[in-house]
């Protein structure tokens, strides 16, 4: 009696394994199509969901983490039928192509502005580029930044170990849902001192980690590994039950927003005022958007906070003082003669100023950490070699006392971070050949797409080189805080453009553009590469996903403009793509044209005012700098109308009061009742991450949906 033999199902080893430097031992390929297909039709969905976004706020979002829990998700019930596990180096290069598809976008946003222009900005007027144009224009500014990044990972990721947030928040969660160790912890050293000594400066990871740390290179045994298995099964379960549920709560209230319009405008603060003072007529209303509280969930509250401060300034204080003092004294609303149009230019005063003297602070960082490298090593091993001594000392010291404390404690071991191989490494000539050759078809195509006289061949050339420099910034900014200042890479990119090509309003929007898309995609890339390099994905694998997503991007996002174009006004009462209105007010302004009355000296004040708080947070850091408004943020809340802050206040808030419920010492009990009955196995078992799940449900809901309500628009479908 025979008995047929079950497959053994496996994973797709990481670098990190030993097997990865066995020769003896054959590691299957890190690109697989399935994950780079999936990517696509994820990156596919988010780039919708981006340009929609985009072109109602100005917000775009990288969707890493929603990309590997969906990725996660959908794979999840077919693992027991796959040959190999999808596990998490495939959510990886999964992630990395749904990334580079789903932000193309952003570098559409300099596209409306072309279309904003009138005969005294450009002799022709407006730039309408048609669809064959689009994709030209697309794949001129897709690819440059993505091999300019490939020399930076080396020097940024493992020689400097730069944090990016973002990049290691993604490794935690897709080391959360495939139940891997938090890939941030190091390893450790146990060891046995006769001195007590109490940390209170705890490493705590970004997310909570499922399993307790374990070593890569050894197998523990697991006697509850059944017990295991079922606790993971009920806290996916719960996670995917938040998703599903906010996903459908944001979708019905973006169709019901088709079909009740009023929604979206609820008058609150008039009702609140029993009507004495209309509110909406100075755009004081609430939109109770899922997507916009799911926004500020991701964002956080320091941000929005932030956010909500510039909406008061920009809204409750400086839009009507200039109405009533005559400085803008068409409807408010309008971007001409209204106050909406007057307070962009202190926004834009304010996003210049935060992201240059930013960018002027990571660059004197960067050069003294380049001119005195030695120097900080030998500071380093003075400051090892006293511990050493102390700690001698200390011991020698309580030898002959009788009552000796012993502890045991844990140090971390600071080694070179581990490199993928060379075969699974990046070649420094393809990445050579690949900037050579992005950056010719770049200067080529701009010169199909606008012509020869616009921007020539010599012009296009300094912008890639410019936007090269600049991305260095970029990239280390981003490494550092977080935070990608790309809207400031493309101002600094006008103003070097308007003292070399004065006058050119077009010429000066595409120095921009270029500027802008070559930050993004270095900057989105070395993110990846983070997750990558924590989890031990093969770098040339999350590369071929990202040149993938980036060439499927250009026509993905052409289509998804134009079909926006084509049902609806842009920019409209239901786009106003305020972005544009910036690029175009930034381009007017370093070409010499005439500011609105008295708004120059706010944009001064303020300007000024923004560069103290940034030297304050960068060179005098404090517990009290987290109170320091956040310069982006709050000039996002000024051009931005109030009802869009005020849901990401709201989500800003939930995610506050979350986290410290989850934080709270609160001992589960089987006998609680009611409402706190229901929210406590959400607390326990899904914890931090359960409303980031949530988050994403929301943003992808109406993201999705609003595909429905273009074609609803599209075919005339009656509503109120």
């Not at 929604?263 to 609430?286: A, E």
């Not at 931005?640 to 419920?661: D, E």
């Amino acid at each position: 009696m025979s008995i047929e033999q079950q497959p053994i199902l496996t994973e797709i080893h990481s670098f990190r394994d030993p097997a990865a430097f066995d020769e003896d031992i054959e590691i299957e390929n890190h690109f697989t199509f399935r994950a780079v297909g999936l990517g696509l039709l994820i990156g596919t969905l988010m780039c919708f969901s981006n340009m929609y976004f985009g072109l109602q706020t100005g917000w775009i979002s990288m969707m890493s983490l929603q990309s590997s829990l969906l990725g996660f998700a959908i794979f999840k019930p077919f693992q027991p039928i796959l040959r190999y596990k999808f596990g998490p180096i495939e959510n990886v290069v999964l992630q990395t192509t749904a990334v580079a598809t789903a932000t193309m976008p952003l570098a559409a946003g300099v596209i409306p502005a072309m279309e904003l222009m009138t005969k005294s900005d450009h002799s022709s007027g407006a730039v309408i580029l048609n669809g064959k144009q689009l994709i030209l224009w697309s794949l001129a500014v897709a690819f440059f930044g993505v091999f300019f990044a490939v020399p930076l990972r080396k020097q940024t990721i493992i020689r400097e170990k730069l944090k990016f947030p973002s990049g290691t928040a993604t490794a935690q969660m897709i080391g959360l849902l495939h139940q891997r160790p938090d890939p941030t912890l190091k390893k450790t050293t146990t060891l046995k001192r006769r001195t007590v000594r109490h940390n209170t400066d705890e490493r705590q990871p970004l997310l909570p980690a499922a399993t307790e740390t374990i070593s890569y290179h050894q197998q523990t045994p697991d006697v509850n590994h059944h017990e295991d298995i079922v606790d993971f099964e009920h806290s996916w379960i719960i996670k995917l039950r938040g998703l599903l549920v906010s996903f459908l709560a944001s979708s019905v209230y973006t169709v019901s927003s088709y079909f009740v319009p009023a929604l979206t405008t609820l008058p609150i603060f008039n009702w609140i005022s029993f009507g004495l003072i209309d509110f909406k007529s100075w755009m004081w209303y609430f939109n109770p958007s899922f997507s916009y509280i799911g926004q500020g969930i991701i964002m956080g509250l320091p941000t929005t906070l932030s956010m909500l401060l510039g909406c008061i300034v920009g809204w409750g204080l400086l839009s009507p003082l200039a109405f009533y003092a005559g400085w803008a004294p068409g409807p408010v609303d309008d971007w001409k003669e209204g106050s909406k149009g007057w307070i962009l230019w202190i926004s834009l005063g304010v996003m210049i100023a935060d992201s240059c003297v930013s960018l002027l602070v990571v660059l004197v960082k960067s050069l003294a950490k380049l001119f005195r490298p030695s120097q900080s090593s030998s500071a380093a091993v003075a400051a090892v070699a006293a511990e050493e001594d102390t700690t001698q000392s200390s011991l020698l010291h309580n030898h002959h006392q009788e009552d000796i404390t012993e502890e045991y404690i844990e140090v971390e071991e600071e080694k070179e971070e581990i490199d993928a191989p060379k075969s699974e490494q990046i070649s420094t000539m393809t990445a050579i050949l690949g900037l050579i050759l992005s950056t010719v078809s770049c200067v080529y195509l701009i010169r199909i797409v606008f012509g020869p006289d616009v921007l020539p061949k010599s012009m296009t050339l300094l912008a890639v080189i410019v936007a090269m420099f600049l991305s260095i910034l970029g990239v280390r900014a981003l490494g550092e805080t977080d935070l990608n200042p790309v809207s400031g890479i493309s101002k600094i990119s006008q103003v070097l453009f308007a003292g070399i090509m004065p006058g050119s309003i077009l010429a000066n929007l595409i120095a921009g553009g270029i500027a802008e898309a070559g930050a993004q995609q270095a900057g989105d890339l070395m993110q990846d590469l983070k997750t990558g390099h924590l989890l031990g994905a093969s770098p040339k694998a999350q590369f071929y996903g990202q040149m993938i997503g980036s060439f499927a991007s250009v026509f993905i996002a052409t289509g998804a403009y134009l079909l926006y174009r084509s049902v609806y006004r842009i920019p409209g009462p239901e786009f106003p793509v305020p972005t544009a209105q910036v690029w175009l007010d930034m381009s007017r302004l370093v070409n010499g044209h005439q500011l609105p009355p008295h708004v120059s000296e706010f944009v001064f004040a303020f300007a000024i005012l923004f560069t103290i708080f940034v030297l304050l947070k960068e060179l005098y850091p404090r517990k009290w700098s987290k109170f320091i408004p956040q310069g982006i943020a709050f000039a996002i809340g000024m051009y931005n109308p109030p009802a869009f802050t005020l849901a990401r206040v709201i989500g800003g808030l939930v995610s506050h009061f979350w986290n410290k419920y989850c934080d709270s010492e609160l001992k589960h009990e089987e006998n609680y009742t009611g409402f706190k009955a229901w929210l406590e196995p959400y607390r326990v078992i899904g914890g931090k991450v359960f409303v980031v799940v949530v988050a994403s449900g929301f943003v992808l809901g109406e993201g999705t949906f609003a595909i429905v309500n273009m074609m609803m628009r599209a075919y005339n479908v009656p509503h109120f």
